[in-house]
């Protein structure tokens, strides 16, 4: 009897700040724009393969992304002189193309005496 087990983690977690911190004095003839934007992408992939009479097998696939986006501006004593002040924190999910920010795909091929068999598991968050 074969057995097999094939597990595939992936995690993106980026942490993105941006900020005017406490303390500041600022003074512009404009605006101020502060932009935190993270776009995160994770694959995760795995494959087993089982030969035998008995073939049993299991693939595992996760994939996640978790981001930390922070965008602020001030804390005690910040002051602040713009024409415009624009705060953004945000994220975004990865242009067309590849369009997903955590994929999984798990697939288990196996080969028994009386003929073949093949599952799949594909996923896009």
């Known amino acids: 009897?074969?057995?097999?087990r094939q597990c595939c983690h992936s995690n993106a977690t980026p942490v993105v700040n941006a900020y005017i911190g406490g303390n500041a004095k600022v003074k512009v003839?404009?605006?101020?724009i502060i932009d935190a934007i993270a776009t995160p992408r994770t694959n995760a992939e795995a494959i087993g393969v089982n030969?035998?009479?008995?073939?049993?097998?299991?693939?595992?696939?996760?994939?996640?992304?978790t981001p930390l986006v922070t965008?602020?501006?001030?804390?005690?004593?910040?002051?602040?002189?713009?024409?415009?002040?624009?705060?953004?924190?945000?994220?975004?999910?990865?242009?067309?193309g590849t369009g997903y920010s955590a994929k999984t795909k798990a697939n288990r091929i196996g080969r028994r005496a009386c003929g073949s068999q093949c599952h799949g598991y594909d996923s896009d968050q």
């Open 51 to 65: 030969v035998g009479a008995l073939a049993v097998g299991a693939s595992i696939a996760n994939a996640t992304a």
């Open 29 to 32: 003839a404009g605006d101020i």
């Open 1 to 4: 009897m074969a057995q097999s």
């Open 71 to 96: 965008a602020y501006a001030g804390g005690s004593n910040t002051v602040i002189n713009a024409d415009t002040l624009s705060v953004v924190a945000a994220t975004n999910v990865p242009d067309s």
